[in-house]
């Protein structure tokens, strides 16, 4: 794997192509069953397309796990509005750094997947929307569709059929509120990125309130390898309901951290000692956040746990965008706790005012708590407002600030209570987080 | 407002990008191609965007206040980018711009006198496995370490000019 090395625990689905020279070319795309898939669908039609999706169990790997069949079963086909296809590459939750390698190693892929879904819900136009910092993707990604149209897989009437398809790249500009799905549409079409209220959702109404397919670059990925397979055999790659693989991004204190795919439900424990070599410097393992910051993390006792949508939900955190961050007993929690509010508050698109005064307060609070001014009032002020936010926002945001904050207040209540008597445990920083 | 021919075609290609009427979905990816190129998202740009995508000049500032990678004062040729979300943060991230802040002598969106460097503190930018990150532009440096972020900022200065 590019960036970090392969390690031989994982199963390589999606990432099978990473390690081949030129990996993102068509020739060793087709070299390498590529497009495929592609013909399968075409011969396939789209309810069948559809039923092999629910058979794999694919949930969606931005964030949410919604059952891909069943979204993409959602759209209405013979809506007589143009259909487009969306894959959201706006790839921002903090811990998350899997969509770029699947653009960057494997365009085609992800282009074949568009091609499915194409056929499934009857559309001819496909858009990637790919944030503004991954700017170098997007010629790879350009010269990706450039091929895919110089060997007749995108165009009008491809391989014989009546079917056409089109693909352009789009960027942004810089916005995590972006990768929510609504506010991402918002932006697609030139405006602020402040999420669209719901119903209808965006398989209905969705890019200029026509019915919109639209998935995270993974999920999209996954799609040709389900068909060339067949859904139940991916499926059983993972656990019931949570089929096939994903790509977990290890971040933190291990030594060998990197984005590694394995298969649902594998353990947790294992990623860190098998696949992240380790804890660094042989610390031991305070928490670990299973899947972006916005997920609650989980006590170094909770993390015997197959990694895997309901086990997670059932421990009461989430899988997530697939972001896994290592903490060592060292780390100081109440840093980390402001760190992630910081985020969420420069994030806030300001649209609703428990998200926006929410975040900016407990961002405000948290720093005179690092800084040394805290009260015991403020510890329970930490709790009450998060727990007031969650539920009550208009998109996601607002709970992504909030349910990390609750975690880690009735997790490390005491290093609050010790901050208050013995101010942070190690020298911070002193321009970090100054504005 | 005169366009570079090269900035001219990119325009035209983004337009044609979108279906027929939808042409204010270009706008966004205009503003950061122009300020590549320009630098800044002036007024003038601001009110070239609005006509060529059919919307007023206040609908493009509206749109241009809400992104964070859209400046309205121009930023250094290398524009240093240090990242301090979580996963830069552990492996030390926020120590990483405490360094850049002092070697440079700048802060937060700040220009280096000659106009050559700036230095942004920002958010995760999806380097996370290969923390900590920097970015200079749109290239990505993984693994900084302190001897790395110094020599990287010598060689922007010798390049600087």
Same mark, same amino acid.
């Given at each position: 794997m590019p960036f970090n090395e392969p390690n031989p625990a994982e199963v390589r689905i999606?990432?099978?192509?990473?390690?081949?020279?030129? %990996? /993102?070319s068509i020739d060793t795309y087709l070299a390498n069953e590529g497009y495929a898939a592609f013909r399968k669908a075409l011969e396939m039609g789209p309810e069948a397309i559809i039923e092999e999706l629910k058979a794999s169990s694919l949930r969606g790997r931005g964030g949410a796990g919604f059952p891909t069949g069943l979204k993409w079963s959602f759209v209405p086909r013979t809506s007589p509005k143009p259909k487009y296809i969306m894959v959201n590459a706006d790839e921002s939750e903090p811990g998350t750094c899997k969509d770029r390698l699947l653009m960057q190693f494997d365009p085609h892929q992800l282009l074949e997947g568009m091609l499915i879904g194409g056929v499934a819900v009857d559309s001819h136009q496909g858009y990637i929307y790919i944030r +503004?910092?991954?700017?170098?993707?997007i010629p790879i990604v350009d010269k990706a569709i450039e091929e895919a149209y110089a060997k007749g897989f995108l165009g009008d009437n491809l391989l014989g059929t009546k079917f056409s398809f089109h693909v352009r790249t789009h960027t942004g500009a810089g916005a995590y509120e972006c990768g929510e799905e609504s506010a991402l549409l918002e932006s697609f079409e030139g405006k602020r990125g402040i999420p669209r209220i719901r119903p209808p959702f965006p398989a209905v %109404? +969705? /890019?200029?309130q026509s019915p919109t397919l639209l998935n995270n670059v993974e999920t999209f990925s996954s799609v040709p390898a389900i068909l060339r397979m067949g859904g139940a055999n991916y499926a059983g790659l993972g656990t019931p309901k949570n089929g096939g693989t994903r790509m977990l991004c290890l971040s933190g204190h291990v030594n060998k951290p990197g984005v590694y795919e394995v298969p649902l439900g594998f353990p947790m424990m294992r990623v860190i000692e098998e696949l992240g070599g380790g804890m660094r410097n042989g610390k031991k393992l305070k928490a670990v956040i299973p899947g972006g910051s916005s997920c609650p993390m989980l006590k170094a006792e909770e993390c015997d746990i197959p990694m895997d949508y309901d086990s997670l939900a059932k421990a009461k955190s989430m899988l997530g965008s697939g972001g896994m961050v290592v903490l060592d007993e060292d780390t100081d929690m109440v840093r980390v706790a402001l760190r992630i509010m910081r985020f969420y508050q420069h994030e806030?698109? +300001?649209?609703?005012?428990p998200c926006r005064e929410g975040t900016t307060w407990l961002k405000k609070i948290l720093t005179r708590f690092v800084d040394g001014m805290g009260n015991e009032n403020d510890i329970v002020m930490i709790g009450d407002l998060s727990k007031n936010m969650l539920g009550r926002t208009f998109c996601p945001l607002g709970d992504a600030a909030a349910m990390p904050t609750i975690a880690i207040i009735e997790k490390f209540r005491n290093e609050f209570e010790e901050y208050l008597a013995n101010g942070p445990r190690a020298a911070v920083p002193q321009f970090a987080m100054a504005h | 407002m005169n366009l570079s021919p090269q900035l001219e075609q990119k325009f035209q290609q983004l337009i044609g990008?979108?279906?027929?009427?939808?042409?204010?979905?270009?706008m966004i990816p205009m503003l950061i191609y122009a300020q590549d190129e320009i630098g800044s998202v002036t007024p003038e740009l601001m009110e070239e965007v609005a006509k060529r995508v059919g919307v007023t000049p206040l609908q493009v500032e509206e749109v241009m206040s809400y992104y964070s990678m859209l400046h309205r004062k121009p930023m250094g040729k290398f524009h240093v980018q240090v990242c301090t979300n979580i996963s830069c943060m552990l492996v030390g991230g926020a120590e990483l711009w405490d360094q850049a802040c002092h070697k440079l002598g700048i802060g937060h969106k700040q220009v280096s006198e000659d106009g050559q460097i700036s230095l942004e503190e920002v958010?995760?930018?999806?380097a996370c496995s290969w923390a900590p990150a920097v970015q200079v532009n749109y290239d990505f440096y993984h693994f900084v370490t302190p001897e790395k972020l110094d020599q990287l900022i010598d060689s922007l200065r010798k390049n600087a000019v």
């Open positions: 999606i990432s099978q192509r990473f390690s081949l020279e030129n %990996s /993102a +503004g910092e991954y700017r170098y993707l %109404s +969705g /890019a200029y806030s698109c +300001g649209w609703c005012i | 990008n979108y279906p027929e009427g939808r042409q204010r979905s270009a958010e995760c930018m999806g």
